[in-house]
């Protein structure tokens, strides 16, 4: 009786194996396909031949340096001297929006670049430095204002209780 027990066991044991080892296949088949897509869909063998939607929407490359109303079309940056440094050096790692937005004089921009150099890999960026801190400075300078506006001219109303 224990022998037919321990062969039952056995065989149920080898099932339950094969089982195992074959949804194991099936995983890795699975997350290497899932990899395999994610790494270049366009590399996908189940692609219709239709034109990538995304080279058809990129800018004509007459666009791509476009300035209207003295502003540079594609990142928004005034047109003025150190302005290609500035896209060519600032824009790689991060919005044109972050860099207009953050007004500061020369010298905070010298902390931040050398954070950014100490911290966040940034190169170094040579005879472009003082280019780039001229530029941003002159056109974008600090806001001298608080938070806030003040509020004025606010109709005020009692709240009824």
């Not at 089982?19 to 296949?25: C, Q, R, T, W």
């Not at 302005?83 to 010298?110: D, F, G």
Request: overall charge negative.
């Amino acid at each position: 009786m224990k022998e037919q027990n321990h062969g039952k066991l056995k065989r149920d044991f080898k099932s339950l194996y094969r089982k195992i080892l074959l949804a194991s296949v099936v995983v890795a088949i699975v997350g290497i396909a899932l990899i395999y897509f994610m790494v270049d869909p366009s590399l996908s063998a189940f692609k219709a031949n239709e034109p990538d939607t995304e080279i058809v929407d990129m800018p004509v490359e007459d666009d791509f340096d476009k300035i209207e109303n003295g502003i540079h079309s594609r990142t928004g940056f005034i047109d003025a001297p150190g302005m290609t440094e500035t896209i060519q050096n600032c824009t790689n790692c991060h919005s044109s929006k972050l860099v207009i937005q953050n007004r500061m004089n020369a010298e905070r921009w010298k902390t931040t670049i050398k954070w950014m150099q100490e911290t966040q890999n940034l190169w170094d960026l040579g005879e472009n430095e003082a280019v780039i801190i001229n530029y941003l400075v002159t056109n974008y300078p600090p806001k001298k204002v608080g938070r806030r506006a003040v509020l004025t001219d606010i109709e005020w109303y009692q709240l009824e209780e």
